[in-house]
């Protein structure tokens, strides 16, 4: 533990300045700016720092108010009391050791609210791609359909021409079917025609 000591208000909020003590014990009666001044300009410079204003006792002024309204953690009359002043700077520690447990616990929930928000903003933006994969994906399944009705249109088309050029086939397979037959028709008894033909001329000739 170290203490640091100032002979006037001036003084001490100098050294207060520099050095930014936890507990600060000050006269409310000092050389120039009094203990209450000095009280109200550290409790705005440094918060954290607990000042303990301390006076003798004087029946007409209720320094302990005044005390209060500057800012002061807490006010002791003179002659000081062993018991009496060890008991509040320990408690006044105790507050400082609490309050800067709550300050280093909502450090802690800041950066993990940070934390949380930039993971928030990386789930956010996976969302968005997700949204845009889907609208790819279902545009292209929309794209996959009617392709596919297209080929069906297609696969229909070739069926009517096929069946189309199937008929035709059949009915040419058939024309050429009965012109064989109508050929063959015309030209039955020929062969025997041209023999009793050649027969004849060779008599008339005396031939045979």
């Not at 807490?74 to 050791?97: C, D, M, N, T, W």
Request: glycine content about 6%; aromatic content about 6%; charged content about 30%.
């Amino acid at each position: 533990m170290q203490i640091y000591t100032a002979l006037s208000g001036e003084e001490g909020l100098d050294r207060f300045q520099k050095i930014h003590p936890d507990i600060v014990l000050c006269d409310i009666h000092l050389p120039g700016v009094d203990g209450f001044e000095v009280c109200r300009r550290m409790r705005k410079a440094h918060p954290r720092s607990a000042v303990i204003l301390i006076s003798a006792y004087d029946a007409e002024n209720d320094y302990a108010i005044k005390a209060g309204e500057a800012g002061a953690d807490s006010y002791l009359s003179k002659p000081l009391k062993k018991g009496e002043l060890l008991f509040v700077v320990h408690f006044i520690l105790r507050v400082a050791q609490l309050s800067q447990e709550v300050f280093e616990k909502n450090k802690q929930l800041e950066k993990a609210l940070h934390q949380l928000k930039q993971f928030h903003q990386k789930l956010s933006g996976l969302n968005d791609e997700l949204r845009s994969d889907k609208r790819r994906l279902s545009m292209n399944l929309q794209e996959m359909t009617e392709l596919n009705l297209q080929l069906e249109e297609k696969n229909a088309q070739i069926s009517s021409m096929m069946e189309e050029m199937g008929r035709r086939f059949d009915s040419t397979e058939g024309l050429l079917v009965r012109l064989i037959e109508m050929h063959q028709s015309d030209h039955r008894g020929h062969s025997e025609r041209v023999a009793e033909t050649a027969v004849y001329i060779g008599e008339k000739l005396n031939l045979t």
